[in-house]
């Protein structure tokens, strides 16, 4: 409880600080204080992103908490095929109902290989939960409602890519042994079933408060990220690589993987680099992002052998990026 207490009140002065630069005008405090424009500028950017993706970040980890709580991972299982092949599919659509962010669905895939899953079938659900989701369905057509192509491309490619990572993961992994750590190998007694109602709904307000100042912080580190890009550097050289056909998909891969933007919340700040990064590039980001991130990295090695982390790493990256490609030929 101190620690929630304490990041409230730290969050609380961050945004009091942004809101006064924001009213900055109002009050004649750029007079004042002779604070130069690019700053101003910074500031109105940062919030205009930051304002925008908070709705859907509080939407998303209400509902992903409410699952948290009340829907068990025999649920999700009892739908799933036993054929290994014919498994992906249904596995897909069972990442696209569930509203589970990068965040949460780490130790939800462990559960499910706990109970019998086969691991080409949880890494499905893995990388396709967190961006076919419909909260961030929604997210991303409300930040690119005149821009629908994006939408449609985001959910598209990223329904094929969970597949062809299935099939991969597959291919690799076939005879061998579990990748889980051994001391994640059996499982794990989950106590929350036996919960009254009232403290279910205890439950879903701690889990919610708890992941909405994770993906806080995240999302503040990539609003400012991209609100920097756009006042402080200069514009001809990002349109020189964000505009090239093989570099500018590349790069926003990197982008997405270091900024470990919330997928709820990423297509803001997407889309405020619209005007910088072709619409391929911009796809790159919102596609391989929620997939494979350095924060969603660091959950995995907590849970499974470094080897097998940064093979997903690989094969994720090597999918994505010609998919990526493919596109962009076909469709510009």
Known sequence: MKGFLREGVIYALLFLIFFAFLFADTMALDD??????????????????????????????????????????????????????????????AGAVFPICECAIVPIVRRLMQKGMKLHV??????????????????TF????????????RMGLAFIIAMLVGLAIYAIYRNKTNPLREQFGAITHEHQANHSFTQKIKDIFY??????FT??????????????????LAREVLVQFGMDPFLGPAVMMAFAYFLSLCSEADAFVGASLSQIFSTS?????????????????????AYFKARFVFTLIAVVTFIVYPVILIFQALMF
Not at 71 to 91: E, H, M, R
Not at 142 to 153: G, T
Not at 207 to 212: G, I, R, T, W, Y
Not at 281 to 301: E, Q, R
């Open 32 to 93: 004042r204080l002779n604070i130069p424009s690019r700053v101003l500028d910074f500031n109105t950017i940062f919030l205009s992103i930051f304002l925008e993706a908070i709705p859907f970040v509080l939407l998303g980890v209400f509902v992903s908490s409410i699952i948290q709580v009340f829907v068990s991972d025999q649920t999700i299982q009892k739908y799933i095929p036993s054929n290994p092949l014919g498994a992906i599919f249904p596995a897909v659509i």
């Open 122 to 139: 949880a890494m499905v659900i893995l990388v396709s939960a967190p961006v076919l989701n419909p909260i961030v369905l929604l997210s």
């Open 142 to 153: 409300y930040a690119f409602s005149s821009d629908l192509i994006v939408v449609y491309a």
């Open 207 to 212: 889990h919610a408060s708890d992941e909405f």
């Open 215 to 232: 993906m806080g912080k995240f999302l503040l580190i990539g609003a400012a990220f991209a609100s920097f890009i756009q006042t402080f």
């Open 281 to 301: 590039s911009i796809v790159a980001f919102l596609v391989y992002g929620p997939m494979m991130d350095l924060k969603n990295t660091l959950l995995m090695l």
